[in-house]
């Protein structure tokens, strides 16, 4: 009885203090955070998360008849004062009414869990054809305003590609494109077409759906549903390389007004730097944006005086031109046209920055457009910094870096304290350095000796530990008053 008693003492002590700890515990994970998957706002979600209290109630009540039943026999068959030398106690092996009822009770708690699991798999899997699957939108009659037979070919598609790391969403039916922050209307189905340009990667926006891998080769797809206009977070959910943790992305549930002014937004594209406009002819009378692009491009290459000096117009050619950004990045309606990298054309209206890493948005959730110029250059000048791994600055044929190597003569590395013997030392053969030498001003990666060539990891070698101040005097490294001026002009993208 001393032990039972003892127990009891302990348990009275030490439970106030474990029902605190697991409280604490519990308020750390919030259930209504930005990315919980237990507060549903989609009939996807509520069927997953419905599901998953399923799955917790079954497993609560094992636990508590086999914790109960493991008391019972601990505290019942205990060894009590005076037990001791005493025979064993019969022993048995097998109860063949007890291993079946376990048994039994087993197959009936899997089929209260496959029951609902089943039918949300099927409810998952195939696109809602008639309104009693959810409350149809009484927004508007985009998309007839509800999903039936007929209307399954006009459901809003928009195909999502996972890239390392960041994501595209392109909508076939208006044309245009997104990148990392997508829109979709409230109370319509939206079905996801979901594509992989590299490795797997997951979808995951806890709130409205998760999660459906995006794999290279295959051809995954979900459908979402969104109840209410708001701003949902989203994650890549699937390990997918160095930036992983920083695929993030965000979605914009819209009323349907606002929704097609979004789409209109992008389908009218960028407007030209500071405004500049093409002049009116007779084959022309009323100039596009595109013309205005292209009479922009057109001025910068004839007759650059006329573009004026202010720190958007010098931002755009610094994008178009010496930092290469139109290499990777598209602007539509601009010469910008490159298919590896987020689409910019409305950059300055996406709240966040980065794959959803920096957020543009001030305490009243609007976009502060102090914050998003600094978060903008942070972004371009120092990404390395703000997402390691990152492929704007790392990829080997187009990333940033590859700037700091482009450009140099060995005349210019003079200037920063760079040797002959610098060059030999990197392991440059002394014949080729003393070419090189000779020929300050032609580009060092060309110079050749009996055709030996410096190689660009031998360059990287001797302009290791430049300053970035350096780097921007010797190479084509845009210098922090560049950087600011290409921020200046990505700001003006909506
Ligand atoms: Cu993409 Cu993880």
Not at 165 to 189: M, R
């Amino acid at each position: 009885m001393v032990s039972v008693s003892l127990m009891l003492q302990y348990l009275r002590r030490t439970l106030p203090w474990l029902s605190l700890l697991a409280v604490s515990l519990l308020a750390g994970c919030s259930f209504t955070g930005k990315q919980s998957a237990l507060d549903p706002k989609g009939p996807v979600a509520q069927v997953q998360d419905d599901l998953f209290w399923v799955t917790v109630y079954v497993n609560c009540g094992i636990f508590v008849v086999v914790a109960a039943a493991l008391f019972y026999v601990v505290v019942k068959y205990r060894e009590r004062p005076g037990d001791e030398g005493k025979p064993m106690p019969p022993q048995g092996h097998g109860n063949p009414l007890i291993e079946i009822g376990l048994i039994a009770a087993s197959v009936f708690l899997l089929v209260i869990i496959a029951i609902p699991t089943l039918k949300a798999i099927w409810y998952t899997h195939e696109l809602p054809v008639d309104e009693e699957y959810y409350e149809p939108s009484k927004l508007g009659i985009w998309y007839g305003g509800r999903v039936d037979s007929e209307a399954k070919d006009d459901i809003l598609e928009i195909n999502v590609y996972g890239w390392q790391w960041w994501w595209s969403f392109e909508y076939p039916q208006f044309g245009i494109t997104s990148a990392n922050e997508f829109a979709i209307p409230a109370g319509k189905v939206v079905k996801l077409n979901l594509r992989s340009v590299d490795v797997i990667h997951s979808f995951w926006l806890p709130k409205i759906a998760g999660k459906v891998d995006l794999m290279p080769g295959r051809k995954n797809w979900m459908w979402i549903l969104a109840d209410e206009p708001g701003y949902y977070y989203g994650q890549c959910a699937e390990f997918c390389g160095e930036a992983h943790a920083y695929m993030l992305f965000r979605s914009e549930v819209m009323t349907d007004g606002d929704f097609q002014k979004w789409v209109e937004a992008y389908q009218s594209g960028a407007a030209a730097p500071g405004g500049f406009q093409a002049q009116p002819d007779k084959d022309k009378p009323d100039p596009t944006a595109k013309d205005d692009w292209m009479a922009w491009s057109e001025t910068v290459r004839k007759n650059p005086e006329a573009i004026p000096g202010d720190p958007v117009h010098e931002g755009a050619e610094l994008f178009m031109g010496k930092a290469q950004c139109i290499v990777c990045h598209a602007i539509d309606n601009s010469p910008a046209m490159g298919q590896t990298a987020p689409n910019l054309t409305r950059l300055a209206d996406r709240k966040s920055l980065a794959a959803g890493i920096l957020d543009n948005t001030g305490p009243d959730g609007i976009i502060d457009s102090e914050k998003q110029l600094d978060n903008l250059y942070q972004w371009i000048a120092h990404s390395e910094d703000h997402k390691p791994g990152n492929l704007m600055y790392y990829r080997a044929d187009a990333g940033l870096r590859n700037l700091k190597y482009t450009g140099v003569t060995f005349g210019k590395l003079q200037t920063v304290g760079i040797t002959e013997q610098s060059l030999v030392a990197a392991g440059v053969s002394s014949a080729l350095a003393q070419k090189i030498s000779a020929s300050p001003n032609a580009p060092i990666l060309n110079v050749d000796v009996d055709s030996e060539m410096m190689t660009k990891q031998q360059l990287m070698r001797v302009m290791d530990g430049l300053t970035n101040e350096q780097f921007s005097e010797v190479s084509d490294w845009p210098t922090e008053t560049e950087f600011r001026k290409i921020a200046a002009f990505l700001q003006t993208l909506k």
